[in-house]
């Protein structure tokens, strides 16, 4: 054992490592890092490894140190061609939207005041007359994110009331989000109906007591099923809710405004469709396809989005200043005519495969031997048009031969600032320019360099 080889904490916050940090960091603070770094390095000499020099530990209680303060969540490059990728933050926004959230965070802003007479206003005003005008709705609410949305939507019009819902679409969208869970939690009973691949307009009927509060629709946002199915369109719901004073609510999932079939992928439902077939409410996120900061939308009828209004819960689910300016800035691209343009995401969807390849080849030139670019698939992810891709080409990193493999090169990359996350397919790590930033072409080459080109010197 060479426990007793292993340097004092006192050795290991004078070494000239720490030195720079002397003075900018409290020295109770460093000597807490330095001995977990000890500690792990007792760790590892039980497993057989060697007693670290002081100086070693003194640069880990640095790396630490540093890592501790540096801003978080980073920014990172996207180089997996997942356009909005849940764990990557879903939607980038446009240039627009973000200063729009700067400015509302950095100075005072009319939120809540009417600039007109003076007197207090309402934070919906910033975006309900666009989310109307856009939509085709009565009326609109701006809260924290869909989740919440739906859920005030439940409590305001279903609590104490029963709910129908398709058994095709009591789903569970990810991270704690599902349907018989936040019906139960809005104080609503679950009524489902039909079977998982084929449900009826009659089973809603059939489903209809003096209780009923509310038909539930809810979008299939990242799954499908396919061969034998059937499902009821909101039309044909909102006719027999129509009858018996029921409303239709409809949880669309990805707030998606344009025709998806223009870019070659399959069709995702729209708010506007909703709205036009005559739903009570339509729920939808701000950072998936509509490709806005987070937050959470209702569009529908006047008296209906009142009641969630007045509810004690749109209080605790309230939008941000800085969400709501960053959502009016969005939506002001929509109004302009401008989204392929201005919106990152759909600026990605809407770029064709050979500008993609273009970029591939300009990385390529810059690598040398062992890069190639090869053809591939980029999804669009995050709970929108499941199992739908677009024709794509990446930069391929051979790794065989390298030490640690495709793995190790994928480690070094993320260990970059700005750290790059790429993929790995066939032993390949890829780098699909298709959801990197127009701006991060270069910093994403001195990462491979760094990462991968350095390891064949
Ligand atoms: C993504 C999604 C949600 C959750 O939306 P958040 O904005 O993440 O809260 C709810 N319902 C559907 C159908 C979704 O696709």
Not at 110 to 136: M, P, V
Not at 241 to 261: A, I, M, N, W, Y
Not at 346 to 352: D, E
């Amino acid at each position: 054992m060479q426990f007793r080889d292993l340097p004092s904490v006192d050795r290991v916050l004078t070494d000239e490592a720490l030195a720079s940090l002397e003075g900018v960091f409290q020295r109770t603070w460093l000597a807490g890092l330095a001995r977990q770094q000890l500690e792990q390095a007792r760790q590892r000499i039980r497993q057989g490894e060697e007693a670290p020099s002081a100086s070693a530990v003194a640069q880990a209680v640095r790396r630490a140190a540093q890592a501790a303060v540096t801003v978080s969540p980073r920014r990172v490059i996207n180089a997996t061609g997942v356009i909005i990728h849940t764990n990557l933050g879903r939607a980038p926004l446009s240039k627009a939207a973000g200063q729009a959230a700067v400015l509302a965070a950095e100075g005072y802003s009319n939120l809540e005041l009417d600039l007109a007479d003076g007197r207090r206003g309402s934070r919906q005003a910033h975006c309900q007359t666009l989310l109307r005008q856009l939509t085709g709705a009565e009326a609109a609410l701006a809260v924290n994110n869909n989740a919440a949305a739906v859920l005030l939507g439940l409590c305001a019009l279903a609590a104490g009331k029963e709910v129908v819902v398709s058994r095709g679409e009591a789903v569970e969208i990810g991270g704690g989000f599902r349907i018989p869970d936040v019906l139960r939690q809005s104080g609503a009973t679950l009524v489902d109906v039909g079977t998982t691949n084929r449900t009826y307009a009659r089973d809603y009927a059939d489903a209809i007591t003096s209780n009923t509060g509310a038909f539930l629709k809810a979008h299939a946002s990242n799954f499908r099923v396919e061969g034998f199915t059937a499902a009821v369109e909101c039309g044909e719901l909102v006719e027999l809710g129509q009858r018996h004073k029921v409303p239709v609510l409809h949880d669309v999932g990805s707030g998606c405004f344009l025709p998806t079939e223009k870019y070659g992928l399959a069709h995702e439902p729209t708010p506007q469709e909703s709205i036009a077939a005559g739903v009570g409410l339509a729920f939808f996120s701000g950072d998936k396809l509509l490709g806005g900061p987070q937050a959470g939308i209702v569009v529908g009828k006047r008296e209906l989005v009142q009641r969630l209004e007045r509810h004690p819960l749109a209080r605790a689910v309230r939008i941000d200043k800085m969400s709501l300016a960053s959502l009016n800035a969005t939506l002001l691209h929509y109004l302009r005519g401008e989204v392929e343009q201005e919106i990152p995401i759909w600026r990605m969807i809407a770029t064709p495969p050979e500008k993609v390849k273009a970029r591939a080849e300009e990385w390529r030139s810059k690598l040398g031997e062992g890069a190639s670019v090869i053809a591939c698939r980029s999804a669009v992810g995050g709970g929108s048009l499941p199992g739908e891709t677009l024709p794509s080409w990446a930069l391929a990193l051979a790794c065989n031969g390298l030490t640690g493999g495709a793995e190790a090169v994928m480690e070094g990359l993320r260990s970059n600032d700005p750290p790059v996350i790429a993929r790995i397919e066939a032993d390949q790590v890829l780098l699909d320019p298709r959801t990197v930033l127009p701006e991060e072409d270069s910093p994403l080459l001195e990462a491979v360099t760094a990462a991968w080109r350095a390891k064949h010197d």
